[in-house]
């Protein structure tokens, strides 16, 4: 890990303000900023890796936990809120054992809130990976998360 | 000229609103700035109006410019902090504060009430010195309007020395900007944003995994009983604050202990000082435990039938009198401690060389200060004022001989970041292959005690032919240049050579300053090393730069005090006929011409000895008779016929002095435990006993009045140095039969107590690597 971080630091040489960019390419490669990959960090920029990680965790676009295999997102947005958003996400929560933001253990499913998926007319709506969902309820949420939990990824 | 209120005040340039009204004693409540600190903004309550510019502007980022008209204090300004304060409270435990009955409570409530959850000022450590309290008082909140909200975080109790609760954080990051901008470490971080920010470490690991060095420099700046240590956080308001030093090492920071029931209960460091109001985690959080202990010697004791038995002081006394008696005055030895005050060593080396007749008077640390006292004296011309450590900040270079220096809780690790920041590089050189250079090194060499002194003489080379002329004036000149000219390059090695070039490099044209510790010196010749340090020092043009790190607290000042076997009081040598009879004349007695140093004493040279602190027991040999003056039991007790109980440094007043050659006053704080007495009265009254004239001391000051008398350079209080002498060079040959020593890992220790063994939480911290 530690040479491919050097790899990326190198891209930025001397530039000042860089570590957002840095941690960007980071995430790119690995997927999220593991905690070996922030210390590796801090030592080859010098800077203590709380630091860092206090940078990081201002911005939601940097995860800290490893990404799933597939990627739940739930729409918390207006028009899902309204028609019972809180419902699916608790469901989906409940169903896969996390909260939003994590990791399941065995890697197959991460879970993200999200604001708006801009298809307000299928509220509510949840979206897997690249797969969108509309005008699902709590029964249809557990098929679908067992379709792609037994399919390994490919939608039936 | 300014207006503040109506009122016209000078100001300085440069300084903020703030700082300026503050100077003029005018109140500005604040919870974000700091003295230490740059300002930040972030609280918005030293909110001013000033004429002509809009809206309420932060006085603590506002500069003063000539001519500004300011309002402090209005009922416009008193709103709107208000309410920032009232949504500051939305988030802190605020009941109290704004509780009817608060005056009536404060009578019955003495202190704070220990609780597991803080919620409310009555179970706050921090009640009788809360900075929030302060501000509240003084706008007179009656309500919080908002809707309280409980963080509900987890209490962070894991980590030594300090416990952490930031349901009872405000967010003004002192304690971020203390450790990243001061100290340099950046153990804590804003994380997260909005509602959910923390102050917090990463992924919240522990602080001991997070190079955190429990200096608690973040627990002396919080404004809240967020951070508060563990030791001291039940005792509540203080019965008296004494003004003094601590002894743990020879930095010689300033503190302010803070003493109830006579016990030291926590030890606050001092701003006056010379690291600043920068300690380490062993000032700053274990003299309490250190020295409280309750095994503490409290009798004196004399060995019978094979037993200790507790005696009363005249006792001892005579039976230590008569025992010494028996001996020749060259069979009895003398360890002075280098914990012990100015005045103690003072009258123990007066008491060795008049009452014994003995120059047999030594420190346990010998090895590293002898070496070290023959160079200075040797060499030392006038320095300046205001002392190595804050000249530290302005070097333009720092080699550090020794990763402890570099250790993170080290006080003088402020100094160095500061330089650091200023733009000096800093070059560290030690022997552990494995460790990593710590972040703000530049350059880690790795090179053993020897290679070393190889890079030194090729550094001296190289730098006294880029400017011959420079050190012409210098004493030993002539005897120097040959030594240059004869040195054979090809001696030292291929590797050093590189290592030469790139040193030099950053260092020549430039001042700087050399650190290090004992362990730089291990080696058959020591003086050679501290030789060539002060070589390179004279070199650069900063002959002030040297800087060695003493573990002893007082080693500097019992050397001064002639507590060695090679010198008397001021640097005087014992050999030197002529200069020691102005002592023979004010003491009243000849002086011996030879002594034995440490390890003659222990290695059987002595017959009777005479401890001052607790030596390894393994090395003794052939003690008939051995006195410990201690304050601690310890294992060398066993072999012990007297044992007599000793003040520890806070329970005595006295002088002592610091790394930098700064004489400071320590003042007794507490009273000692049971008969425990300082150590320089044990001593009079021993002469006493004896027969000795010259041992009516009434009080510490009187001897502080002797030595000024007898060592000329020391004063009064603060920086001594020799007046007018100008820097001396030293003739140096690459020798080929240095042999390096082996290292010893450093000692924690104060007299007859070891800080890693009493103290749990410095042992978790020393375990982990971070001390």
């Given at each position: 890990m530690k040479s491919e971080i050097k790899k990326i630091i190198k891209l930025f040489k001397d530039k000042k303000g860089a570590l957002i960019s840095i941690l960007q390419e980071v995430q790119k490669k690995y997927g999220y900023l593991s905690s070996e990959a922030i210390s590796a960090l801090a030592e080859e920029l010098k800077i203590s890796e709380n630091e860092i990680y206090g940078v990081a965790t201002f911005y939601t676009q940097f995860k800290f936990t490893k990404p799933g295999n597939h990627q739940v997102k739930v729409c918390l947005g207006t028009a899902c809120h309204v028609r019972g958003g809180h419902g699916i996400m608790e469901?989906?929560?409940?169903?896969?054992?996390?909260?939003?933001?994590?990791?399941?253990?065995?890697?197959q499913f991460s879970l993200e809130r999200v604001a708006c998926m801009g298809c307000c007319a299928l509220a509510p709506v949840m979206v897997v990976d690249n797969d969108i969902f509309g005008k699902?309820?709590?029964?249809?949420?557990?098929?679908?998360?067992?379709?792609y939990n037994r399919n390994g990824g490919k939608k039936q | 000229m300014i207006t503040i209120n109506g009122k016209k005040i000078t100001y300085k340039e440069g300084k903020t609103v703030l700082e300026t009204a503050r100077d003029a004693g005018i109140y500005i409540p604040s919870l974000c700035t700091h003295q230490e600190l740059e300002p930040f903004g972030a609280c918005r309550l030293c909110i001013v109006k000033i004429e002509g510019m809009q809206g309420f502007p932060t006085s603590c980022t506002t500069v003063v410019r000539d001519g500004m008209v300011i309002i402090t204090e209005d009922e416009e300004l008193q709103k709107v902090r208000r309410n920032v304060l009232e949504m500051l409270l939305s988030e802190h435990p605020n009941t109290c504060i704004v509780c009817k009955d608060k005056s009536e409570c404060e009578e019955c409530h003495f202190g704070p009430t220990k609780a597991g959850r803080v919620t409310g000022c009555n179970f706050c450590p921090n009640k009788e010195i809360c900075e929030v309290r302060e501000v509240a008082d003084y706008l007179g909140l009656e309500d919080v309007r908002l809707l309280f909200e409980y963080k509900n975080l987890p209490l962070e109790r894991d980590d030594p020395f300090f416990d952490r609760d930031y349901n009872l954080c405000i967010l003004c990051g002192r304690c971020v900007r203390v450790c990243q901008d001061i100290r340099g470490r950046g153990t804590l971080a804003f994380t997260q944003r909005s509602h959910r920010t923390k102050i917090s470490t990463a992924f919240d690991k522990l602080h001991l995994d997070s190079e955190c060095g429990f200096c608690g420099a973040c627990v002396d700046v919080c404004p809240t009983g967020a951070l508060s240590a563990r030791g001291s956080k039940w005792y509540g308001d203080a019965d008296s604050c004494t003004d003094s030093a601590c002894l743990l090492c020879s930095v010689g920071c300033t503190f302010s202990f803070e003493s109830k029931w006579n016990r030291v209960m926590a030890a606050i460091p001092r701003r006056d000082g010379s690291t600043g109001g920068q300690a380490c985690s062993r000032g700053r959080f274990c003299i309490p435990q250190l020295l409280n202990g309750s095994?503490?010697?409290k009798q004196p004791m004399i060995r019978k039938n094979g037993k200790l038995i507790p005696v009363n002081w005249d006792e001892a006394m005579t039976y230590v009198a008569e025992k010494l008696k028996k001996f020749t005055n060259d069979k009895i030895g003398i360890i002075a401690s280098p914990s012990l005050t100015n005045e103690s060593a003072y009258t123990l080396q007066k008491f060795a060389r008049v009452a014994l007749h003995t120059n047999n008077i030594d420190v346990p640390t010998s090895d590293f200060t002898s070496p070290i006292m023959k160079t200075i004296v040797a060499s030392s011309s006038a320095i300046s004022n205001e002392g190595k450590i804050k000249n530290l900040e302005k070097a333009k270079w720092i080699i550090v001989l020794g990763r402890r220096i570099f250790l993170p809780s080290s006080a003088l690790n402020p100094s160095i970041y500061r330089a650091k920041k200023k733009g000096a590089k800093i070059i560290l050189i030690d022997n552990e292959t494995k460790a990593k250079a710590p972040r703000n090194v530049d350059v880690n060499l790795k090179l053993g005690v020897i290679q070393t002194l190889n890079l030194f003489y090729g550094i001296i080379y190289k730098l006294f032919n880029a400017n011959p002329n420079l050190v012409k004036d210098c004493v030993n000149y002539g005897a120097f240049v040959k030594s240059v000219k004869n040195m054979d390059k090809n001696k030292l090695g291929k590797d050093i050579s590189k290592q030469v070039e790139k040193i030099t490099k950053i260092i020549e044209n430039s001042k700087g300053c050399i650190i290090f510790d004992q362990g730089a010196l291990r080696c058959s010749n020591p003086e050679a090393i501290v030789n060539a340090i002060m070589n390179i020092l004279i070199l650069s043009g900063n002959p002030d730069g040297v800087?060695?790190?003493?573990?002893?607290?007082?080693?500097?000042?019992?050397?001064?005090?002639g507590a060695t076997?090679?010198?008397?009081?001021?640097?005087?040598?014992?050999?030197d006929s002529a200069s020691i009879k102005k002592f023979e004349k004010l003491w009243g007695t000849t002086l011996p011409k030879k002594g034995k140093n440490y390890r003659e004493m222990l290695d059987g040279g002595v017959k009777a000895l005479y401890l001052?602190?607790?030596?390894?027991?393994?090395?003794?040999?052939?003690?008939?008779?051995?006195?410990l003056q201690d304050i601690y039991p310890s294992k060398i007790m066993d072999k012990a016929d007297v044992v007599l109980p000793a003040c520890a440094f806070t329970e005595e007043s006295g002088t002592v002095t610091s790394l930098e050659r700064r004489v400071q006053k320590i003042t007794?704080?507490?009273?000692?435990?049971?008969?425990?007495k300082p150590d320089w009265k044990i001593i009079c009254d021993l002469a006493k006993k004896m027969g000795t004239k010259g041992f009516d001391y009434k009080s510490h000051q009187h001897i502080f009045r002797e030595i000024k008398e007898t060592v000329p350079f020391i004063s009064s209080e603060g920086i001594w140095s020799f007046k007018d002498k100008p820097p001396r060079l030293f003739p140096f040959t690459i020798e080929e039969k240095i042999n390096e020593l082996p290292s010893t890992p450093p000692r924690y220790h104060y007299r007859g107590a070891d800080i890693v063994e009493r103290v749990d939480d410095f042992r978790i911290q020393i375990e982990k690597g971070g001390a």
């Open positions: 469901t989906v929560e409940r169903q896969l054992n996390i909260k939003h933001g994590e990791t399941t253990k065995d890697s699902i309820t709590s029964t249809k949420v557990k098929n679908i998360l067992n379709d | 095994d503490r010697l800087i060695p790190y003493y573990d002893g607290g007082n080693d500097q000042g019992i050397c001064d005090m076997h090679q010198y008397l009081p001021g640097y005087t040598m014992i050999s001052t602190e607790a030596v390894p027991e393994k090395k003794l040999r052939n003690i008939e008779f051995l006195i007794q704080a507490v009273e000692g435990p049971g008969l425990a």
